[in-house]
Nanobody, 124 residues
Framework: QVQLVESGGGLVQDGGSLSLSCVAT????????LGWFRQPPGKEREFVAA????????NYAESVQGRFTISRDNAKNTVSLLMNNLKPDDTATYYC?????????????????WGQGTQVTVSS
């Protein structure tokens, strides 16, 4: 199995920046795509960003395009999410996800591996 552990969440002011990291451990040889979903309080989970672990495919939700950047460090088995110009609507629990297919899909049901989540709160 694969374990995913997120870190970097916290409280930030409107317009500020925050960087999240996710470390993958366990049986990771078959993992080819990783990404991030988020769940705002009282709302359903939504796609944020994803990338191919060994390729160049990337996907971003329209709501974060131009503000968030997803990146990887294969040597450290980590995927990161740099969030710039944060807004109160970005407040959510952010989850790291992984799948065996190499296409960075936007459907949460295609990701069998999930982290426990890290809380991001943006104050106005």
């Amino acid at each position: 199995q694969v374990q995913l552990v997120e870190s970097g969440g916290g409280l930030v002011q409107d317009g500020g920046s925050l960087s999240l990291s996710c470390v993958a451990t366990g049986r990771t040889d078959g993992i080819s795509a990783l990404g991030w979903f988020r769940q705002p309080p009282g709302k359903e989970r939504e796609f944020v960003a994803a990338l191919s672990w060994h390729g160049v495919r990337n996907n971003y939700a329209e709501s974060v395009q131009g503000r968030f950047t997803i990146s990887r460090d294969n040597a450290k088995n980590t995927v990161s999410l740099l969030m710039n110009n944060l807004k109160p609507d970005d407040t959510a629990t952010y989850y790291c996800v992984a799948r065996e297919g190499d296409y960075p899909t936007t459907d949460q049901n295609t990701y069998p591996y999930w982290g426990q989540g890290t809380q991001v709160t943006v104050s106005s």
